[in-house]
Nanobody, 119 residues
């Protein structure tokens, strides 16, 4: 199984970006999608998560600005980022718990996509 994150780029403060995460390989179901970020010199931190049933959790610093959702296809997840700030500059990683079968699964990370916000 592989996770491919995309959609990063450079924007000015106040702008928007939409990140995508696509899982490929042997997939029975994707239980949870999550987005994390790591800024230079800082630890990786949670941004948002969404379960298969649609339960969502956001970090306080992105509430009302970011929105996580899942695509119609079971292997897709998205992060819509609005009102971006310079402090949102980081590498954004997607993460997913993927069931390969009814009885077997694993936790996977994507390779990261860079988001740069200039003020």
């Amino acid at each position: 199984v592989q996770l491919q994150a995309s959609g990063g780029g450079s924007v000015q403060a106040g702008g928007s970006l939409r990140l995508s995460c696509a899982a490929s390989g042997v997939i029975y179901s994707v239980e949870n999608f999550g987005w994390y970020r790591q800024a230079p010199g800082k630890q990786r931190e949670l941004v948002a998560t969404i379960t298969r049933s649609g339960t969502i959790n956001y970090a306080d610093f992105v509430k009302d600005r970011f929105a996580i959702n899942r695509g119609n296809a079971k292997n897709l997840g998205y992060l819509q980022m609005n009102s971006l700030k310079s402090e949102d500059t980081a590498i954004y990683y997607c993460r997913a718990y993927i069931q390969h079968s009814k009885y077997d699964g694993g936790d996977y990370w994507g390779q990261g996509t860079l988001v740069t916000v200039s003020s």
